[in-house]
């Protein structure tokens, strides 16, 4: 059974559309992804790209024992990856603001899977997508207008570790 361990929020003002969660014992750069893709993620980092309508995003990070429960939520987006966190200590960065500690514990360091889910804030749209080659308007389901703290985007990250980094230790 799955328990959430720990939750920290913040806000965070994207710049050159993007924003990331970055371990801070990497060196950090701008990881050379695919720009299709909307999660961009190198050893110790994944950055998330976002419209470049989006000013501010209001940012929830979870940390799970495990595999977190499904949720029946509509999101205007939603990816996964796996990522090592070499150190364990985690802050938000953006090029323009450097980076800013988020006290979320993790059990240790190693192999996470991170599910990012976000949502725009209606209000504000309509908002484009900034993958490369595409610039269609984005959904913006309803549901999630509470979270949103009057930012122009929420986003969800869920973070927990996986079964081939506990084997290893």
Partial sequence: MSRLLDVSE????????????VDTSVDTYAPH???TNWLLSAPGMVYLQ????VTRAFVRLESWSTVPPASD???SGAEDVEVELPGGDLALETIDGGQKEVPLIL????MYRMQWQWIFNRAGGPFTSPLAGRREPLPMPP???EKLNGADQYCLVQIWRTAASEETE
């Fill in 10 to 21: 913040t806000v965070i003002s994207p710049s050159y559309r993007i924003f990331g969660l």
């Fill in 33 to 35: 992804a695919d720009r």
């Fill in 50 to 53: 976002v419209p470049p309508q």
């Fill in 73 to 75: 939520a509509q999101w």
């Fill in 107 to 110: 059990p240790s360091s190693g």
């Fill in 143 to 145: 549901g999630h207008e």
